[in-house]
């Protein structure tokens, strides 16, 4: 099987993870995925960095009781525990996982660097990137484009649990348009709910494609490294 990307960033939401669940992690989704990340890099031979999010345990601005400071950075706590279940997962699959994180952790896991981190991916290792950005204010969406853009990403896909862009949220509006491709400045100037505006302009400002669609079909993430359309197209435009 051939892919159309050398080397991809997989941004996998904490709510993808949690599966029907809502909080946590499935255990079956967290499989689902390890299994289609071996395809990707065993038979397709993609190198292949993934970021997580920590909306399944936490987000720093559901929190306003707390500091926001301090609450985002439990948000980014909850992204380190996604990566190392995540981590464990693919080791278990038999594969070659480095979990980094953008803040020290050193007990725990290597401190992100970017030569590193590119030194990992051309030895067939499967970066998973936790704490986002590494700073408070910052979400995972933000973290993912910065990571693709620092490591030359040909594409951001985007997991998540809707399986495209609408107009509106097709949870609560039957008649919701789906979109099979949008411009970035279209995204921004509709408020859109794809990735938060910051992630969206820095994708628009330094050209890198993202591919929305739905994990609840994990197989989606091989279709579209196969250049099999699904889901949304989110072009730089
Ligand atoms: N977070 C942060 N800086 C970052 C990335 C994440 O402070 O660069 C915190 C923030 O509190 C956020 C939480 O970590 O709400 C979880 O990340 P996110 O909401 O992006 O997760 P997702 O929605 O993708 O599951």
Known sequence: MKSV?????????????????K?????????????????????????????VGGGNFWRGAKNPEFDRTDADHMGMLA?????????????????????????????????????????HLKEG???????GTGSPYFTTD??????AAEL??????LAKNVDAVYDKDPALYPDAKKYDTIAMSD???????????????????????????GVSDPENIVRVCRGEKTGTDVICK
Not at 99 to 109: K, L
Not at 142 to 147: C, K, S, V
């Open 79 to 119: 992204t380190v525990m996604n990566a190392l279940a995540l981590a464990d997962k693919l080791r278990d699959l038999g594969m070659k996982p480095f979990p980094m994180a953008a803040i020290q952790m050193d007990r725990i896991c290597e401190f992100y660097v970017k030569s590193k981190a590119d030194a």
């Open 125 to 131: 290792g499967v970066v998973i990137l936790g704490c």
């Open 187 to 213: 995204v921004l100037a509709g408020g859109l709910k794809v990735m938060d505006l910051t992630a969206t302009a820095f994708c628009l400002d330094n050209k890198i494609p993202v591919k929305v669609f």
């Open 152 to 157: 030359r990403c040909d594409v951001i896909l």
């Open 23 to 51: 909080t946590g992690i499935d255990d079956d989704v967290l499989e689902a995925i390890g299994r289609r990340i071996k395809v990707l890099r065993e038979e397709m031979g993609v190198e292949v960095a993934i970021v």
């Open 142 to 147: 933000t973290g993912a484009a910065l990571r």
């Open 5 to 21: 990307y050398k080397r991809i960033l997989i941004k996998v939401s904490g709510e993808a993870l949690a599966g029907k669940d």
